[in-house]
């Protein structure tokens, strides 16, 4: 994806939140929420258009056009700066709280005076809130526990803007003299669901050099530490990064030491211990004479040790080197293996990009089916009717002839209502190929109600896949909360197909639940919940996370033949009747 559309992205969305506060006029800063998310899905990069180019963006007018074009040519936006001038840094921390917002940070700032968080939290302890607009006992209950998600983030930062920090980096270090090789370890590697810093390697013979170049790229705001084979900076985007440069012969056993997970590492240097012999970052050596034995690569490593090479994501500690010595690692999951994606939106409903041009996109994927499952009239604000999703059927199933290869499967994205029921009634949900079915209200049930609601759902005949299950929006939004076991024995029992939303802020259902669900024999959707085409690209978050919950191909439906999907949708259509 292009980084200059995210950035701009993230420029109109701070200009939109600070509108949100400062402007009496509430459709202001929503024209500038829609431009950014237009800007954020736009599939060319925005830095090599003119302000004619700019202006020919959907939702992007006169006003917001220019100020793109500004922030493009100088790097910042003068309005931005101004609005940034009248609110003091710490409300704009404040706003980040979830169950917060603009316009309340605001009227703490104003009427008590509350500057931070720690002042605010401060203030609730002390009952200093009590009669204050707005803030009765649920909303205070709310801020703390906005509070507590706000801390738990602690400056960790989402998979996928860790990973595009660390690409643009590896290419810059790439071009640097005498760098021989490059690549991201640590949690990244492991792709876990957030990143706390990247930590990159470097091999090469000459690490002064390196550092220097390192640490005067342009994408270096600060620099912590800088020795000599290693630094750590910060990006201006506020991500810390580790530089490690290491011999190119101990490239296998760096990588293993930086990739981690520290509890992994313990683990395997254990066994080292016990076959008397001694591993760390510059390889496995004999204990008593300190003799070199491997170093190269991790595969001759681990198999010094009589182990496999264990993919990133399952080094976790969480079973793996047991299962690995007991000979039944399983084989986990591929990006290779996805045959398809089945939740994807158009501008039907809330995409950006028409069907055409979705179905351009992901032409380019060679997979073999594809579904799109715009919103339900459940949403009221997507504005969905019968008329409209029947016109959309016809026109996929004309557009069918021009994508030979691929079977384009009609489906919606049904909303769980509060009791568990779907948008249309049983003849209307026969006609569709597939049907995922959500949570998108009622977020705060209880638990009880919640596990009801979500079963009673996957007894509906016609449903084939719960989308992202725990409705989490990571550092945003709180997993609602149901019964895990209920749920996931539901699943296996009904034959309803648990998504893998793949998107970097969902990530849903995570890895730990993942393993739960398995092993209820549940069956599995990675799928990317596209709303525009530089979305489709997310698929490998969502393989990852089901690599990380151990997910093999046969456990996840859409790497199936087509021939196969469509029975298990079928089986569960009789199963029920
Ligand atoms: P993060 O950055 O919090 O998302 O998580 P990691 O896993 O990237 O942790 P980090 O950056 O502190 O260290 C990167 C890797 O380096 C870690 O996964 C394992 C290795 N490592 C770091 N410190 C130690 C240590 O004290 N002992 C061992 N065995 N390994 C370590
Ligand atoms: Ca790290
Ligand atoms: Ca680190
Ligand atoms: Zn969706």
Redesign the pocket.
Known sequence: MPRANDEVESVLLEYADLLSILSEDPFKPRAYEKAARAVGGYPADVSTLDLRGILAIPSVGKSIGEKIHEFLATGSVHDLEELRAQIPAGVRELMAIPGLGPKKAMVLYQEVGIESVDQLRHAIDAHQLAGLKGFGAKTEENVLRGIEQFRQAGG?VQLGLALDTAEALLTELQAIRGVRRAAY????R?M?E??????LLVAGDRPGPIMDSFTSLPAVARVLAKGETKSSVVTTKGLQV?LRVIPIEAWGAALI??????AH??RI?EIAVRKKLKLNEYGLFQAKTGELIVAETEEAVYEHLGLPIFPPTLREDRGEIEAALAGDLPDVVQPKHIRGDLHTHTNLTDGLASLEQMLEAVSQLRYAYYAVTDHAPGLAMQRMTDEKIIAQREELRNLQTKHPKMALLHGSELNIDAEGGADWPAEFLQGFDVLVASVHSHFNQSKDEMTRRIIRAMENPHVHIIGHPTARLIGKRQAVEFDLDEVFKAAARTGTAMEVNAFPDRLDLKDEHILWAKRHGVRFAVNTDSHATTHLRVMRFGVATAQRGWLTKDDVINTWPLAKLRSFFASKARRSR
Request: aromatic fraction near 8%; proline fraction near 0%.
């Open positions: 960790r370890a640590g949690s990244l492991r876990q957030t990143i706390g810093d990247i930590d580790d030491y930086f990739t981690g997970s520290k590492n313990i240097r």
